[in-house]
Structure formats: structure tokens, C-alpha cells
Nanobody, 122 residues
Framework: EVQLVESGGGLVQAGGSLRLSCAAS????????IIWFRQAPGKELEGVSC????????YYADSVKGRFTISVDNAKNAVYLLMYILKPEDTAVYYC???????????????WGQGTQVTVSS
């Protein structure tokens, strides 16, 4: 059974930072792209960042470019999203997802986590 478990969300002031983690189990990490999505209340789902072990590509949405960094720890089957200079508009539920045999960017997924809430206060 494939499981993706996000953690690391919380409440932070504008300008602060957080590190989100996505721990994957039951997944062949070498063949997958891991995508971070977010959804704010009343807004559409947004693909924030992506990293692919399948073809080595990465992706950042324009809204987070220069402030977020995605990284992977293959030994731990984990993907991290380092978020700096957070803004109130970054407030959302952040989800990680996986898609097999894919590079980045991609907005599809085979598996989906339960999400972690990030709230940025002004």
C-alpha cells in the first residue's frame, strides 16, 4: 500500500520559514515525480513545486520561485519543501502527491497525501 504523509505545517508570521516533509512508503522512489500542491480556501488547487527522480527535473510555480526549495532524501524516501519569506497568501493546505514515470512540471498524480495546514499571519 502506498502512503504519503505530510508534516511540518503550522502557524508562522509573515517573513518566517517552515519546512514541510513528505514521507513516502510503498513507492518506488526512483521512478516517481513528487509534487507539492496547495489549496487555499475558495481557490483552485495550485501546483507549487515538483521534483522528479525519474528524469532529474524540478519545477517551481512563479508565485514561490526564489522563496521555496524542494529537495529529496532518497535514503529516507522523503521529499522536503523549504519555504522562506512566507507571505499571508501562502496560507493553504499543502499536499504532496506522486506520479510514476514522470518528470516535472506535472499536475497529475497517482497517489495523494492527507495534507498539512500552513497559516501565515500578517
Amino acid at each position: 500500500e502506498v502512503q504519503l504523509v505530510e508534516s511540518g505545517g503550522g502557524l508562522v508570521q509573515a517573513g518566517g520559514s517552515l519546512r514541510l516533509s513528505c514521507a513516502a512508503s510503498g513507492l518506488n522512489f526512483d521512478n516517481n515525480a513528487i509534487i507539492w500542491f496547495r489549496q487555499a480556501p475558495g481557490k483552485e488547487l495550485e501546483g507549487v513545486s515538483c521534483i522528479s527522480n525519474y528524469d532529474g527535473t524540478t519545477y517551481y510555480a512563479d508565485s514561490v520561485k526564489g522563496r521555496f526549495t524542494i529537495s529529496v532524501d532518497n535514503a529516507k524516501n522523503a521529499v522536503y519543501l523549504l519555504m522562506y519569506i512566507l507571505k499571508p497568501e501562502d496560507t493553504a493546505v499543502y499536499y504532496c502527491a506522486a506520479l510514476s514515470r514522470s518528470g516535472c512540471p506535472v499536475l497529475k498524480y497517482d497517489y495523494w497525501g492527507q495534507g498539512t495546514q500552513v497559516t501565515v499571519s500578517s
